[in-house]
């Protein structure tokens, strides 16, 4: 039965009826948060809340491109009201152009004059008309908007390492080279800055279905010959290059790309190892964004908290060539990939954006957070329009969906200081689904202030928080809870705010405070002393 479609008296009655197993497996008494203040652990990375920007549906036309023309506000073509909302939440990173995009992009198609620009078929998402309005210059002016950094996937499945080299070529070198020249002939005289460079997307599936030997001897000429000429960019600002990695639990590429990097020489080197995985429910995905029931929240749920193990598994292969942890894991595509809306052309991959995203949002957050020491980098899938969208739009609306206000909740962990929590989750039951009652990760923001954020998980019941801070005194914890009167509550351009952050407080005692979480809820706070 689906929970949007339930009468009042019909689901008081079915909630009636449950309590009696439900309440065996629901402790109510309150769950003990310790925050060891005196212990801290790594770096939180700001990277791991990146953001990822492909030639998919709406992602980019209509997203963020609307052309200079258009009478939605914008600045030079780019929506204002999606550059502010993304402003707001400072996005580090951008990856562009795909995903299964980038193996087919060949970057001049996207240069010069828009009425000269080769119209092409997006043979990868839809079959629709894929004008290359949107290309270099325009990506970089929007990531300049935003204030972020650029992450360009160059074309390893179809493309050339000439291409390759020439584009970032173009991006980067001198205006007195030709290359240079070039650029300032299409708008833009200094050289562009490039801090991540992929080399090629998914290179065992839509990239080119390639063993990992065949794709580690094909990237090693990417890696030696695509150079960066950005005289700024040296030292800690130098482009980190980051090759294919695993696809979910396969551990092929990990083992092959980290084995070649093992014994690499002066000639190549990598920054980084990709990997994908998704929270879908089974393959293809069929789960519904909207209407969704307890049940199916649950097995999402539980598939997104496997994120954990799949890091540790493939961190620990990464730890037997990179026992120093150099390589960082960078997790470039993940988020709930579900079934498209009713409607809309599937491949589009168009989804709303639930209660249930959130938690899954902070849950990863959280386990990113954990592992801050090899996972220093991550984009969700996707920033507008596609997928566990930020954003939603529909030519001049625009409406900000739950994930996006974890990511906003979320701003005191970006380059913030893990510091350990211990705290006994405790179990309740969704059917045959056991599932832990609350999660919490705690940090310490750049001017040294504590932060503490639990997830209550269970979509019926509000849970007590004991949280205790030995050796410091408490005084207040002040911050903000998102939760929904369901959890598969959406906002829409109808009603935009049926989910949003409310002004949330503890009562302080002593070395201590106690938290009350609503049920279906993420709770971030700051620990004042």
Request: aromatic share 10%; proline share 7%.
């Amino acid at each position: 039965m689906m929970l949007d479609l339930v009468r009042p008296l019909a689901a008081a009655l079915m909630l009636a009826s449950a309590v009696p197993a439900i309440a065996q497996d629901r402790a109510s008494g309150p769950v003990e948060v310790v925050v060891d203040t005196a212990k801290p652990g790594s770096k939180i990375d700001r990277n791991i809340f990146g953001q990822f920007a492909e030639h998919l549906g709406t992602g980019i036309y209509g997203g963020v491109w609307v052309g200079k023309d258009s009478t939605i506000p914008n600045v030079r073509g780019i929506r204002k009201d999606v550059v502010a909302a993304l402003r707001a939440i400072r996005v580090p990173n951008v990856r562009w152009p795909g995903g299964c995009f980038a193996d087919e992009y060949h970057w001049r198609h996207g240069i010069g004059p828009a009425k000269d620009r080769r119209v092409t078929i997006n043979s990868n998402w839809g079959g629709s008309t894929e004008p290359n309005t949107f290309g270099t210059h325009e990506f970089m002016d929007f990531v300049d908007q935003i204030g972020s950094e650029a992450y360009i996937s160059v074309n390893v499945g179809s493309g050339t390492v000439a291409e390759a080299a020439e584009w970032v070529e173009y991006m980067t070198a001198d205006p007195a080279t030709t290359a240079g020249k070039e650029r300032a002939a299409n708008g833009r005289k200094a050289p562009y800055k490039i801090k991540y460079l992929g080399l090629g997307n998914e290179s065992w599936g839509c990239g080119g279905s390639m063993t990992p030997d065949y794709y580690v001897d094909l990237m090693k000429p990417f890696a030696r010959f695509v150079r960066n000429y950005n005289p700024a960019q040296t030292g800690d600002q130098a482009m980190q290059r980051i090759a294919v990695g695993p696809n979910d639990a396969d551990t092929g590429y990990t083992e092959g790309v980290m084995k070649a990097w093992k014994g690499h020489d002066w000639a190549w080197n990598i920054e980084g190892l990709s990997l994908h995985h998704y929270t879908t429910g089974g393959w293809p995905p069929s789960y519904p964004s909207v209407n969704f029931d307890e049940g199916a929240y649950a097995r999402l749920v539980k598939e997104t908290l496997a994120m954990d193990d799949l890091i540790a598994k493939h961190g620990a292969i990464m730890d037997r060539y990179d026992p120093e942890k150099k390589v960082p894991l960078v997790i470039d595509e993940w988020g709930l990939w579900l079934a498209p809306t009713p409607g809309t052309n599937p491949g589009f991959l168009q989804q709303q954006n639930s209660m249930r995203d959130a938690i899954a949002a902070s849950l990863n957050l959280n386990i990113f957070a954990r592992h801050a020491d090899r996972v220093r980098m991550t984009n969700i899938a996707q920033m507008v329009n596609v997928l566990q969208a930020m954003i939603l739009t529909d030519t001049d609306k625009m409406v900000l969906t739950p994930t996006y206000h974890i990511f906003r909740m979320y701003l005191p962990f970006q380059d913030a200081t893990f510091v350990p929590v211990r705290f006994n989750a405790g179990t309740f039951k969704q059917g045959d689904i056991e599932l832990p009652r609350v999660d919490a990760v705690a940090v310490r923001d750049t001017a040294g202030k504590l932060w503490l954020a639990v997830t209550n998980l269970d979509p019926a019941r509000p849970v007590r928080i004991s949280g205790r801070f030995p050796g410091m005194t408490v005084r207040a914890a002040r911050g903000e809870v998102l939760t929904a009167p369901r959890v598969n509550s959406v906002n829409s351009f109808d009603a935009p705010e049926v989910v949003v952050p409310k002004p949330f407080a503890g009562k302080a005692e002593r070395d201590g405070v106690t938290l009350e979480l609503p049920s279906k809820s993420v709770a971030v706070v700051q620990i004042e002393s």
